[in-house]
């Protein structure tokens, strides 16, 4: 008799609702938020007359340096202490850097320390996404872990006889169990990705009007401002509270406390029962990076979090400044510049080109709103398409197509003597592009670090088992849903990375930065020296990387099922 299919959450229902409804978006809502008012607050709050383009460049690469750091450092504080810490720090962080943010008067130093700690609790929060999704699936608890370790150990030693009925029927159902478990990683990250996208618009919608409704109660620009910031910060507080109860007893993180920081391993291993192996040092964010030369699963997820990370900057960032390029090269700006607007007010495109910013707004909402729209569907395939990765295969050739047509029209608009309405379907590829990437990244990390794999032809268990009597002193305990049983040293338990998942967390966020960095500094020069059509060229390079790491890690499956 088949198993019954795995539940997509393994954890509480306030767990569960407590990472989707309140970690996964609000991880996004805040950055985007801080990202789309940081000018106001540069302007407005501070008065700066001039360089406010080259402020703000300057500390959203100071934010990006320091999440290069900080993200594996979470990443690697969370496996001693645990998610539930790491989530409720992080945006702890967030509400205090947020109040104050708006009390500086100067960019630097004052504004550039509140960025950076918002950096660090902003890191905090985006590693924990990553963490906390290999957690919320995992099937098995420590106890059901020991079990299982045990009685590989003597199956490993038991004499081989004729496999029984009811014995190959529990195999059968272990088997399926850790097949479904990798189902329920991959929907999982599909919804992941639609919540998150969820807090782009909580951002868009909630958020950022919030400064023109105290303006319109009476408030000054500066204080509206103020307020706005204040109202977001509280946000960001109840989130962390929510985060500390709602994240309690998580699967897997028992025996993680904050007194871990300053206990012994050994007195840890005493008092909590957690193996020694399992003990958070400094080696493990150098094993997680090499984890990349050894599991080309690991390597796919982590090439997908570089291009997820650029991706959105890609559209964010250079859509709108190549809406703005083109509109001010061709005179459709109706401002006709200094004499109406403020010179500060030049860098601004909801000012000075208000065209521009409409079109941009346009564009880039068409291609968040395919993405939120698809990503179930990337979830749902994913499990499906666990071997050939298929749909991320698509998705790399979606924003590889999308990316290089977008610059090659000769005119970004969707009407008009030059326009073209099939600038929403490249729109639509550049979405699906994105959300692919994060999706299905999260659901092949998820998976190596819970080590459900396709196992190979001489790794999977032959049809010799224990005597009789030793599966009859063993199967009761063990109930029906244990992992499939395998050979010394192939087993899940041996393979399974769930101590490791945070260092391997803060390595895929380090990836994603640094994909960050490399577009963001080098697209923008080469948008200015050889053409605004460069940074789109380069994203289409990076989906072309993930296509060739995902076909390679589709060969290898093959190569390692067939052998």
Request: proline share 6%; aromatic share 10%.
């Amino acid at each position: 008799m088949a198993p019954p299919r795995q539940p997509l959450f393994t954890a509480s229902r306030l767990q569960s609702a407590t990472y989707l409804l309140g970690v996964c978006p609000f991880s996004i809502a805040f950055l985007v938020f801080l990202n789309s008012s940081v000018s106001f607050v540069v302007s407005d709050v501070i008065g700066l007359e001039s360089g406010e383009g080259d402020a703000i460049g300057t500390l959203g690469f100071a934010d990006e340096l320091l999440a290069l750091v900080a993200c594996p450092v979470w990443g690697l504080l969370s496996d001693k202490i645990g998610v539930r810490y790491v989530c409720t720090a992080g945006y702890a962080i967030i509400a205090l850097s947020l109040v104050l943010f708006v009390q500086a008067s100067n960019v630097y130093p004052q504004l550039l320390l509140g960025r950076l700690l918002f950096s660090l609790g902003g890191s905090a929060v985006s590693t924990m996404v990553t963490a906390v999704l290999p957690t919320v699936t995992e099937s098995n608890n420590k106890s059901n872990q020991q079990r299982r370790s045990h009685h590989i150990w003597r199956a490993s030693l038991s004499s081989e006889v004729t496999i029984t009925p009811s014995r190959f029927e529990r195999r059968l159902s272990r088997q399926a169990e850790a097949e479904q478990t990798a189902s329920s990683s991959s929907r999982l990250a599909g919804f992941v990705g639609m919540f998150a996208g969820c807090g782009a618009l909580i951002a868009l919608a909630v958020f950022l009007p919030l400064p023109a409704r105290f303006e319109k109660y009476g408030s000054s620009p500066a204080d509206a401002v103020k307020q706005s910031y204040y109202i977001v910060s509280l946000v960001a507080l109840i989130i962390s509270i929510v985060c500390f109860f709602g994240l309690r007893n998580l699967p897997g993180e028992q025996g993680k406390h904050l007194r871990s920081l300053w206990t012994p391993p050994s007195e840890a291993v005493e008092s909590n029962g957690s193996q020694p192996s399992s003990s958070v040092n400094h080696l493990n964010l150098l094993y997680a990076f090499s984890l990349s030369f050894k599991q080309p699963d690991i390597l796919l997820g982590y090439v997908g979090g570089f291009v997820a990370r650029a991706s959105s900057v890609g559209i964010s960032l250079f859509i709108p400044l190549f809406v703005n390029h083109y509109y001010r090269n061709s005179d459709l700006c109706s401002n006709p510049g200094s004499d109406v607007i403020s010179r500060r007010d030049l860098g601004d495109i909801k000012k000075s080109c208000p065209e521009a910013y409409i079109l941009a707004s346009i564009l880039t909402g068409v291609s968040q709103l395919i993405a939120l729209l698809c990503a179930p569907a990337f979830g749902y395939l994913s499990e499906k398409s666990r071997r050939s990765n298929f749909p991320l295969l698509f998705a790399t050739i979606a924003g590889i197509t999308g990316y290089v047509a977008f610059p090659l029209l000769p005119s970004p608009q969707f009407k008009g003597p030059n326009g073209n309405g099939g600038v929403f379907l490249i729109m639509s590829l550049i979405g699906i592009s994105q959300i692919g990437a994060i999706v299905c990244s999260l659901g092949i990390l998820s998976n190596g670090v819970l080590s459900i794999n396709p196992q190979p032809s001489h790794e999977r268990p032959s049809l010799q088992v224990p005597n009789p009597s030793e599966d009859e002193t063993h199967s009761a305990p063990q109930g029906e849903h244990e992992p499939l049983l395998s050979k010394p040293g192939s087993s899940l338990a041996t393979n399974n990375l769930n101590h490791l998942k945070g260092a391997i967390a803060g390595i895929y966020s380090l990836y994603g930065g640094a994909g960050i960095l490399i577009l963001t500094k080098l697209g923008g020069l080469l948008f200015d020296v050889l053409s605004s059509g460069s940074p789109f060229y380069i994203m289409a390079i990076f989906n072309g990387m993930l296509l060739v790491s995902g076909i390679a890690c589709g060969l290898w499956r093959y190569q390692r099922m067939s052998a």
